[in-house]
């Protein structure tokens, strides 16, 4: 699975609580989430997300265990989160609903906001074809790889049950 | 092999388990509240399910948005209400009826010793206390175990954290993790357990057991745990359930590391906005002015919380310059504090009580903070926006802290405090 996309740079520590401020939690609508993605910190974010990679620091979604973070991202446009690590339960959470996710420690360093990237999640490449500077990403693990291709752990689910 | 081993090894029926390793466990409870359980419930409809994998292992509970202050709220707490009703899921605590989930989960004594139990909320951590693997998950997991009843983990490192001492009188176990916090730092025990051992946590009650490990989400860590002793059996024996087996770390476990901490001189301790690792000694902050304090919370909602801040509160009045918020945890905490009085004392001093919800804590219900103000608070995140507007600010500290600070209307260290 190939993604071009231009980066939104945040620092470390980006928590679920700034990713979708609590307030909007009894939202039901993954489009009325994604309206307020950021927010707590970024208001705006949201003009700039579609087709956006998110390229942040340490412990990116530490906090709660919403999975209204990664919805509003996905439904933001966004398509992947490359940081320097993830926190537990947003790592596994974005997987599941299919949002990929990659831990690079070099790519932050290197990276502006704005710039062109390209990645390849199998290999865990990315390219900045704004600067022509490649980063390598921990690679995923295959199943990993197969729930975000099928779409999240939801249509995994669908599929055993049939 | 240590005891989240043990655990993790007895649920996916294997002989023992290594740290990195993946293993698929069967969950012996899963809970989830309004905010995480409704989505659970449409992607339960979504995948075709009919029935829940067991609906005696399941628990429902209304906390943070209770009673309704929206009518989007109401609609969450009708998803669930129904969903409850169509299951048989008997465990579901409507209004009135429990509190904060994690309170309700060890009062109702849905959470054994050596049980593997996933909540929908970070704070799941909490049942460590009583020696239960507890973890928090997001409601897509969560829809995988309500319909099959299991899920993948994988085995945490675990990092050692002895503790020994006594502490000083209004110092309390959250000065106790405020500290690991500091040494740690909000991402130092991401994807590891903690298992808290040594003297002072064999002499700390179940209550403060529940703070310390409530808080270890705000290391970044996937569950806290203490070894049941004499005091968890009383526990357990009090709320009706004895049948669950030990699981105890071996001598000759295995660890990460071992953090060795003493409390004897332990100060009282604030996290400034806006990490949790943000850590000074209240001394160091004393006199910053404050327009609301907060007490409650799963992590200091307990009737041994209420009864530190009532010996503090007898006789004084909250300072004009700010305003008290006190929410005992659950509802068997608020008629605990009624009959002992507790209530009456925080009403007299001109506190406000309310009903049983995370509330103020969470940001998104009652007691919320405008820009520009400032909150002392027994919760557990001071993240920018946590409790209202991004620019208001937060303070976490202990409840004698809290309480003390809301009698000055400034951060006041609760040691200098002269209690009648």
Redesign the interface.
């Known amino acids: 699975m190939n993604i071009i996309g231009k980066a939104i740079k945040y620092g470390d520590d980006i928590n679920t609580d700034v990713i979708i401020p609590s307030r909007y939690l009894v939202l039901t609508d993954p489009r009325d989430l994604a309206k307020h993605a950021m927010e707590g910190i970024d208001h705006s974010f949201i003009k700039k997300s579609k087709d956006g990679i998110v390229v942040a620091g340490k412990n990116f979604g530490c906090g709660s265990s919403r999975e209204q973070a990664p919805i509003a991202l996905k439904y933001s446009g966004t398509r992947c989160i490359i940081a320097k690590s993830f926190a537990r339960i947003f790592y596994r959470n974005a997987i599941n609903i299919g949002l990929p996710v990659l831990e690079c420690e070099s790519l932050w360093d290197s990276v502006q906001d704005g710039d062109q990237l390209s990645l390849d999640l199998k290999s865990g490449n990315i390219k900045n074809l704004t600067r022509n500077i490649s980063s390598q990403a921990q690679v995923l693990p295959d199943f990993i790889l197969e729930l975000i291709e099928i779409g999240g752990l939801l249509n995994n689910l669908k599929r055993a049950r049939v | 092999m240590n005891a989240i081993e043990k655990i993790l090894s007895r649920a996916s029926g294997r002989e023992n388990v290594l740290p990195g390793e993946i293993v698929e466990a069967n969950i012996d409870c899963a809970m989830v509240n309004e905010?995480?359980g409704?989505?659970t419930i449409?992607?339960f409809h979504?995948?075709?399910?009919k029935e829940v994998w067991n609906k005696e292992k399941i628990v429902m509970i209304l906390d943070?948005?209770i009673p309704a202050g929206?009518v989007?709220?109401a609609?969450?707490h009708k998803i669930m209400r129904e969903f409850a009703r169509e299951q048989g899921i008997r465990a579901f605590y409507d209004v009135g009826r429990g509190g904060i989930s994690h309170q309700v989960m060890m009062e109702k004594a849905h959470v054994k010793p050596g049980d593997v139990v996933v909540?929908?909320?970070?704070h799941?951590c909490t049942y460590g206390a009583i020696g239960a693997f507890s973890t928090?998950?997001?409601?897509?997991?969560m829809?995988?175990v309500f319909?099959?009843g299991r899920l993948w983990f994988k085995v945490p490192k675990v990092i050692k954290v002895n503790v020994r001492g006594d502490f000083r009188k209004f110092v309390v176990p959250k000065d106790l993790f405020l500290k690991i916090a500091k040494i740690l730092g909000?991402?130092g025990a991401?994807?590891m357990g903690l298992e808290f051992k040594g003297s002072t946590i064999r002499d700390m009650s179940i209550d403060g057991r529940m703070t310390i490990c409530n808080m270890v989400?705000e290391v970044?860590g996937?569950a806290g745990i203490v070894e049941p002793d004499e005091k968890t059996l009383a526990y357990m024996k009090s709320r009706k359930n004895d049948r669950f087996s030990i699981m105890r770390s071996d001598p000759d476990a295995e660890y990460e590391r071992t953090l060795e901490l003493s409390v004897d001189d332990l100060q009282p301790l604030v996290s400034c906005p806006s990490?949790v690792d943000n850590v000074k000694l209240v001394s160091e902050v004393e006199g910053v002015e404050l327009d609301q304090v907060f007490i409650g919370s799963c992590t200091n909602g307990r009737i041994e919380d209420l009864r530190i801040v009532a010996k503090i509160l007898k006789g004084n009045v909250v300072s004009d310059r700010t305003r008290l918020i006190i929410i005992p945890a659950s509802q068997e905490i608020y008629l605990d504090a009624l009959r002992e009085g507790l209530i009456e004392t925080f009403l007299l001093s001109g506190a406000t009580v309310t009903n049983p919800t995370c509330g103020a804590c969470?940001?998104?219900h009652i007691g919320?903070l405008a820009s520009g103000e400032v909150c002392l608070s027994t919760t557990n995140?001071n993240?920018?926006?946590?409790m209202?507007s991004?620019k208001s600010k937060v303070y976490l500290a202990s409840p004698a802290t809290a309480a003390v600070s809301a009698i000055t209307g400034r951060i006041t260290d609760p040691t200098s405090f002269k209690s009648g």
Not at chain 2, 136 to 141: E, K, V
Not at chain 2, 383 to 386: L, P, S
């Open positions: 905010i995480t409704h989505l449409k992607y979504e995948v075709g399910a943070h948005t929206s989007e709220a609609e969450l909540g929908a909320d970070s799941t928090g998950i997001g409601s897509t997991d829809t995988a319909t099959t909000v991402s991401n994807y989400i970044g996937k990490a969470y940001g998104g919320m995140r993240f920018i926006g946590r209202g991004p």
